[in-house]
């Protein structure tokens, strides 16, 4: 099994910052990449960021020069930093992985999500 938790959604003004962590447990060999996605009000899911265990990142360009993806590798850990936050970018983000389990299977998994809200 394995498991992708977020956290540190929450509420926030226009033009403030959050940090979105997200940490994949469980049964794993090898994360290849990870990424956020978003999921705002009567909106398809939409792509926010990716990065690759090399470090390539790719960016929505909604969120270029706003945002940046990060992650530390040996904790299967990424991050999501968020300035100068809009209220179009309210939405609930949910992490992603793709990934090979201990029995080498290819796996893509998701998040619960966490609700970020920019409103004044």
């Known amino acids: 099994q394995v498991q992708l938790v977020e956290s540190g959604g929450g509420l926030v003004q226009p033009g403030g910052s959050l940090r979105l962590s997200c940490v994949a447990s469980?049964?794993?060999?090898?994360?290849?990449?990870m990424g956020w996605y978003r999921q705002g009000p009567e909106k398809q899911r939409e792509l926010v960021a990716t990065?690759?265990?090399?470090?390539?990142?790719n960016y929505a360009d909604s969120v270029k020069g706003r945002f940046t993806i990060s992650r530390i590798n040996a904790k299967n850990t990424v991050y999501l930093q968020m300035n100068s936050l809009k209220p179009e970018d309210t939405a609930v983000y949910y992490c992603?992985?793709?990934?090979?389990?201990?029995?080498?299977?290819?796996?893509?998994?998701w998040g619960q999500g966490t609700l970020v809200t920019v409103s004044s």
């Open positions: 992603h992985a793709k990934l090979l389990d201990r029995n080498y299977n290819a796996l893509t998994a």
């Open positions: 990065i690759t265990s090399s470090n390539t990142t």
């Open positions: 469980g049964s794993i060999f090898r994360v290849n990449a």
